[in-house]
């Protein structure tokens, strides 16, 4: 179960964050996942919440931004979203296609005090 690494990496950067700007405590925590990751949302949350206990963070909700995955057409210059990972345009059916978004695995913004 690797949510479990990324909700302690997440709960690590959470904390420094606060401490260099002399928080006292952690109130949220807004993590962007990119569908590329393929991460479980019920297992992030869990393990964000039993690594919690007993941190600064031991009393913050966990917002879960899930950003889809999109990509771009290098042919025809078609935007969409995608279903899978190895993809081909819906409307030319060229495989060049960009990822654009999806890819995401970062805290977007903590709420502290
Ligand atoms: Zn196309």
Request: aromatic residues 8%; proline residues 2%.
């Amino acid at each position: 179960m690797h949510e479990t690494g990324i909700a302690q990496s997440i709960l690590d950067i959470a904390i420094k964050t606060a401490l260099e700007n002399g928080a006292k405590k952690i109130n949220n925590v807004a993590v962007k996942v990119g569908k590329m990751n393929a991460i479980d949302e019920a297992s992030l949350r869990f393990a964000f919440d039993a690594l919690k206990e007993e941190t600064m963070a031991a009393n913050a909700t966990f917002e879960y931004i899930d950003v889809p995955l999109t990509g771009k057409c290098e042919e025809c210059g078609y935007e969409s979203e995608l279903e899978g990972y190895f993809v081909l345009c819906p409307k030319c059916s060229s495989g060049r296609v960009t990822i654009l978004t999806g890819n995401e695995l970062e805290i977007a913004y903590i709420d502290i005090e």
